[in-house]
């Protein structure tokens, strides 16, 4: 089983429609992210949380919600898609430890891709 | 703001050597990390660079200039399976990495 899961791995939905992706992880992990890929413009922030009462918004925020449910579950909400939403979105996990100690190494997940017509 | 700058494609024959070239512009700065991204995949961590200097990991390496602002990823004795993206992030320090958009290497027989 893989270490970082999301689900679901694919989704077709239509614009206006309440969408979640859902993160899980058994790496024992306390900081989460979520991030999303557009053809070209690499990876973007879009949430993290570093604990269950530690949440917060990264570069694109607007028209994304999220919840850490528990230490091993992270979600990504859309709560009224749009086409432009339409995009490759990957969870992530790290431990880092500090920030001059730490190797810079996310583990991600296997990606869910949204297509919101 | 932050940003992170990379030629958006590279290609290189097999057995050759390719450099992928990364400068930043950030407001705080930690380290440079790289990652590789097969199409249809996840990124999965490469190499990181705290320090200025060359760090060797089998085929890759990758430097860093904190002076220049500036970092590398070579890849030595390219195979096909090297065929994929590669990005390059930073640690600011903003709890998070940033990433550049990506380096798609080519690697043809």
């Known amino acids: 089983d893989a270490d970082v899961t999301q689900t679901p791995r694919n989704r077709i939905t239509k614009t206006g429609k309440r969408i979640m992706l859902e993160c899980s992880q058994t790496?024992?992990?306390?900081?989460m992210y979520w991030y999303r890929q557009d053809p070209g413009l690499g990876l973007r922030l879009i949430y993290y949380s570093f604990d269950v009462k530690d949440i917060n918004k990264g570069e694109i925020s607007d028209g994304y919600s999220v919840s850490r449910q528990a230490q091993a579950k992270f979600s990504l909400s859309l709560e009224s898609a749009i086409p432009n939403q339409t995009a490759l979105y990957f969870c992530?996990?790290?431990?880092?430890?500090?920030?001059?100690?730490?190797?810079?190494?996310?583990?991600f997940g296997e990606g869910s891709r949204l297509t919101v017509l | 703001g932050q940003s992170l700058e990379q030629p958006s494609e590279v290609t290189a024959v097999e057995g050759a050597i390719v450099q992928i070239n990364c400068t930043y512009q950030?407001?705080?700065?930690?380290?440079l990390s790289w990652y590789q991204q097969h199409d249809g995949g996840a990124p999965t961590f490469l190499s990181y660079?705290?320090?200025?200097g060359l760090e060797e990991t089998g085929r890759f390496s990758s430097f860093l200039s904190r002076s220049d602002s500036y970092g590398y990823l070579l890849l030595q004795e390219l195979q096909m399976k090297d065929s994929a993206s590669y990005f390059c992030?930073?640690?600011?320090?903003?709890?998070?990495?940033?990433f550049g958009s990506g380096t798609r290497l080519q690697v043809q027989p």
């Open positions: 992030a930073a640690d600011t320090g903003r709890r998070a990495l940033t």
């Open positions: 660079n705290a320090l200025d």
């Open positions: 992530a996990t790290s431990d880092l430890p500090g920030l001059a100690s730490n190797t810079g190494e996310l583990f």
């Open positions: 790496k024992g992990h306390d900081r």
């Open positions: 950030t407001s705080g700065f930690y380290g």
